[in-house]
């Protein structure tokens, strides 16, 4: 690793973590793998009690430990403090970058035109199973198909110029990552100040994350009932169905809204033709909702499992209503 080359920016890699033996030391290999060699790994320990600083303390990193939890954006913001580069690079414990990472970031910063870029998961085989596949292609897909432009921040993988990030005073330390809002709420003040944000495909990181079915529908709701209050707090709630939410696009939006009518109606059908007819028609529109992602899935896992991807999104979506639902109550009542 070198630092202060003439011309070429100094990238500090700042990655937050907390109990993950598991993935970490993948983590920073993949960092160490990189094409681009002008950049520093910090490594923001969340007080682990498992053997996660044993694994790391294995690297010529720069580990640092907290005493006790805080949370990720509290270990974001440490790591930004003792960066040394002009460029911080955000990734989760539990993504992998891709060899040419680094180097995309370096390239497009040293062009001046964006002070944040976002970047996306990697299409992976390495999924044991068909839910983990596909919640990591939807995450993808969600990012792909929004404008370039947008006004959030993933943070799992996105870069951000230092000194924009400390104007901004960093990540909101009090929000918490199982929320699933703590890194987006720092792209809307970024964007409310009019920095400028773009995801870019080439910023790429591999997920190591798997889900089992439980897990995806608990996350959902979890997240759901959070992206409720964050939309309620920067008045995205009545655009959603329109225009989406951050990576939430409008068809997702939809298809959720039908999937409470659609079981209740599917519950009908056993005992009334009416409620049987208006099923199918519901159905259809769920299936028009979501093709074009079950077109992309198909794209890479093959058309075999489109029927059963139907099925996660319908249950995906339940979880999410709920949640939503569950969400809107906490707003309007302010609990």
């Known amino acids: 690793m070198t630092e202060n080359i003439s011309g070429i920016p100094f990238i500090s890699v700042v990655v937050p973590v907390y109990n993950n033996a598991a993935f970490i030391g993948k983590c920073i290999e993949g960092i160490r793998a990189s094409r681009y060699d002008n950049y520093e790994i910090i490594i923001v320990d969340d007080a682990s009690s498992d053997n996660t600083v044993e694994i790391v303390e294995k690297f010529d990193v720069n580990l640092i430990k907290l005493k006790k939890r805080e949370s990720a954006n509290y270990c974001r913001n440490i790591g930004a403090d003792e960066a040394k580069g002009d460029i911080l690079l955000f990734v989760d414990s539990d993504v992998v970058v891709e060899p040419e990472t680094l180097g995309e970031v370096a390239r497009i910063f040293s062009e001046g035109k964006l002070d944040a870029i976002v970047g996306v998961y990697s299409v992976s085989d390495d999924y044991e199973n068909l839910v983990s596949r596909y919640k990591n292609l939807w995450i993808r897909y969600s990012y792909i ?20 990030f400390l104007q901004v005073k960093g990540f909101n330390r009090d929000l918490h990552s199982q929320n699933g809002t703590d890194d987006l709420e720092l792209g809307k003040r970024l964007a409310s100040e009019n920095y400028a944000i773009e995801i870019n495909e080439k910023i790429e990181g591999k997920h190591l994350r798997h889900f089992t079915l439980g897990a995806l529908l608990k996350n959902d709701f979890r997240r759901s009932r959070w992206f409720v209050a964050l939309a309620k707090d920067f008045n995205g709630i009545k655009k959603s169905p329109k225009e989406g939410f951050v990576n939430i696009y409008p068809k997702f939006i939809l298809s959720t809204a039908l999937s409470i009518p659609m079981l209740l109606l599917l519950v009908g059908s056993f005992f009334c033709c009416e409620a049987a007819a208006a099923f199918l028609g519901l159905f259809l529109v769920f299936l028009f909702l979501n093709f074009p992602f079950v077109k992309y899935f198909s794209k890479y896992y093959g ?24 969400g809107l109550v906490k707003v309007l009542f302010k609990r």
């Open 145 to 164: 198909i929004s404008d370039a432009s947008v006004d959030w921040i993933f943070g799992a993988i996105s870069a951000i110029k230092k000194n924009v």
């Open 303 to 326: 058309a075999i499992y489109a029927p059963v991807i139907y099925l996660v999104i319908f249950l995906d979506n339940l979880a999410s209503a709920f949640g939503s639902f569950f």
